[in-house]
C-alpha cells in the first residue's frame, strides 16, 4: 500500500528555515517523480519543487528560487524540502505528491511564518 507521510512543519519566524520529510512506503521514491506542492485557503494547489525519477533533475517555483532545495535520501526512502529566507507568503499547508502511471498525495503539513 502506498503511503506518504509529511512532518516537519510548525511556527516559524520570517528569515528562519525549516525541513520538510515526506517519508514513502509501499514503492521507491527513487523511481517516481516526487515534488512539493503548497496550498492556501481558496487558491488551487500549486508547485513548489519537483525531482525526477532516474537523472534527479530539479525545478522551483519562481518564488522560491534560491531559498528551497528539494532532495532525497533513497536509503530512507525519503524526499526533503529545505525552507531558508522563509517568508509570511509562504504560509500554506505543504504537501508532498509522487507519481508515475499513478498520482499519490500526502495528508500535508502546515508551515506557518509570522512574528
Known amino acids: 500500500q502506498v503511503q506518504l507521510v509529511e512532518s516537519g512543519g510548525g511556527l516559524v519566524q520570517p528569515g528562519g528555515s525549516l525541513r520538510l520529510s515526506c517519508a514513502a512506503s509501499?514503492?521507491?521514491?527513487?523511481?517516481?517523480?516526487m515534488s512539493w506542492y503548497r496550498q492556501t485557503p481558496g487558491k488551487k494547489r500549486e508547485l513548489v519543487a519537483g525531482?525526477?525519477?532516474?537523472?534527479?533533475?530539479?525545478n522551483y517555483a519562481d518564488s522560491v528560487k534560491g531559498r528551497f532545495t528539494i532532495s532525497r535520501d533513497n536509503a530512507l526512502n525519503t524526499v526533503y524540502l529545505q525552507m531558508n529566507s522563509l517568508k509570511p507568503e509562504d504560509t500554506a499547508v505543504y504537501y508532498c505528491?509522487?507519481?508515475?502511471?499513478?498520482?499519490?498525495w500526502g495528508q500535508g503539513t502546515q508551515v506557518t511564518v509570522s512574528s
Open positions: 509501499g514503492f521507491t521514491v527513487s523511481t517516481y517523480a
Open positions: 505528491k509522487a507519481q508515475r502511471i499513478y498520482v499519490y
Open positions: 525531482m525526477t525519477s532516474a537523472g534527479g533533475s530539479t
